[in-house]
């Protein structure tokens, strides 16, 4: 087992649909009738062709218990979205805006995290050029391509400075600038407390960290979100039909979603020691209605 994440509850619903009846996470392997037709089902089930292109899951037959079975089938999917072209922006695919124009470049691509954001830190770095940048799941380390003295963290994408998980990171320093865009939208609360944790931990004592998730969207996977930030476009029928994560990522069913609003990103940061400051949002111009990212900038709370 690479990484040891919460269990991802939805892939543990599929094992017990699929078995019958109802197990336990702890339940032992070799106490369950588990035949090669079982697990060519996890298999089918867990296999996606999107755009052309097939991710597939291996199922492990030596797991000891449901939860690593669990585990493993998570590592491999998640993986697999997070390599596809759905799971993050990797420069290499032709994206256009809905204008139609080129989007060949994360600067190109959002309004505040985007070509601003990247200018403001350029501009901070003439005045510093010591500046040290940490990369929070960085996917394919698009902003080392902008920016001097960045560090990569990331847990699936091969080629970064660390291959981990967040929480797992041991920084060998503090760092001056966080960029925190998108790795803390998967499993539990006590993750994302574990996560806004390590974001303390690595932020130099006057350092900010840019923050910034997915937002609305998930006002379509969880209608009873009420307290999300309200479409600024169309209504709710208008984001099933036009919003391109509901097209795409819907197909990923089983990637176990965490809902951040406003409340919960204030409740997280401040038990965490982190003041948030003035929430934004962020649209990625690529689709419409927008896809909108809350945005924020986390510093130390002050004593």
Same mark, same amino acid.
């Given at each position: 087992?690479?990484?040891?994440? %919460?269990?991802?509850?939805?892939?543990?619903?599929?094992?017990?649909?699929?078995?019958?009846?109802?197990?336990?996470?702890?339940?032992?392997?070799?106490?369950? %009738?588990?035949?090669?037709?079982?697990?060519?089902?996890?298999?089918?089930?867990?296999?996606?062709?999107?755009?052309?292109?097939?991710?597939?899951?291996?199922?492990?037959?030596?797991?000891?218990?449901?939860?690593?079975?669990?585990?493993?089938?998570?590592?491999?999917?998640?993986?697999?979205?997070?390599?596809?072209?759905?799971?993050?922006?990797?420069?290499?695919?032709?994206?256009?805006?809905?204008? #139609?124009?080129? &989007?060949?470049?994360?600067?190109?691509?959002?309004?505040?995290?985007?070509?601003?954001?990247?200018?403001? !830190?350029?501009?901070?770095?003439?005045?510093?050029?010591?500046?040290?940048?940490?990369?929070?799941?960085?996917?394919?380390?698009?902003?080392?391509?902008?920016?001097?003295?960045?560090?990569?963290?990331?847990?699936? &994408?091969? #080629?970064?400075?660390?291959?981990?998980? !967040?929480?797992?990171?041991?920084?060998?320093?503090?760092?001056? !600038?966080?960029?925190?865009?998108?790795?803390?939208?998967?499993?539990?609360?006590?993750?994302?407390?574990?996560?806004?944790?390590? !974001?303390?931990?690595?932020?130099?004592?006057? #350092?900010?960290?840019?923050?910034?998730?997915?937002?609305?969207?998930?006002?379509?996977?969880?209608?009873?979100?009420?307290?999300?930030?309200?479409?600024?476009?169309?209504?709710?029928?208008?984001?099933?039909?036009?919003?391109?994560?509901?097209?795409?990522?819907?197909?990923?069913?089983?990637?176990? =979603?965490?809902?951040?609003?406003?409340?919960?990103?204030?409740?997280?940061?401040?038990?965490?020691?982190?003041?948030?400051?003035?929430?934004? =949002?962020?649209?990625? #111009?690529?689709?419409?209605?927008?896809?909108?990212?809350?945005?924020?900038?986390?510093?130390?709370?002050?004593?």
């Amino acid at each position: 087992m690479k990484y040891n994440n %919460p269990i991802n509850m939805n892939i543990f619903k599929l094992v017990n649909s699929l078995f019958g009846w109802p197990l336990e996470p702890d339940s032992k392997i070799s106490d369950l %009738p588990l035949n090669d037709k079982f697990y060519k089902a996890l298999e089918d089930e867990l296999f996606m062709n999107i755009r052309g292109n097939q991710y597939s899951v291996k199922a492990p037959r030596d797991c000891q218990t449901i939860k690593e079975l669990v585990a493993e089938l998570d590592y491999q999917y998640t993986k697999n979205y997070f390599q596809s072209e759905n799971g993050t922006y990797n420069g290499l695919i032709n994206v256009e805006n809905f204008k #139609g124009e080129k &989007i060949n470049d994360i600067e190109h691509k959002w309004q505040i995290r985007g070509k601003n954001l990247i200018d403001k !830190i350029k501009k901070l770095q003439l005045k510093n050029p010591d500046l040290q940048i940490l990369d929070l799941g960085c996917g394919y380390n698009l902003y080392k391509k902008h920016l001097k003295n960045v560090t990569g963290v990331d847990p699936y &994408i091969n #080629g970064v400075d660390y291959l981990c998980r !967040i929480e797992d990171f041991e920084p060998p320093q503090k760092y001056d !600038i966080i960029i925190c865009f998108g790795p803390m939208n998967w499993y539990t609360f006590d993750l994302q407390v574990k996560n806004m944790r390590k !974001i303390k931990e690595c932020l130099a004592e006057n #350092g900010v960290c840019y923050w910034s998730h997915v937002h609305n969207y998930y006002k379509v996977f969880q209608k009873d979100a009420n307290r999300a930030h309200t479409w600024k476009a169309g209504d709710l029928e208008d984001a099933f039909r036009n919003n391109a994560f509901y097209f795409y990522d819907r197909q990923w069913k089983y990637n176990q =979603y965490f809902n951040w609003t406003e409340e919960a990103l204030e409740t997280i940061a401040d038990f965490c020691g982190l003041s948030t400051g003035k929430m934004q =949002y962020d649209d990625c #111009g690529c689709y419409r209605p927008p896809m909108w990212r809350l945005f924020c900038e986390l510093k130390h709370k002050e004593t």
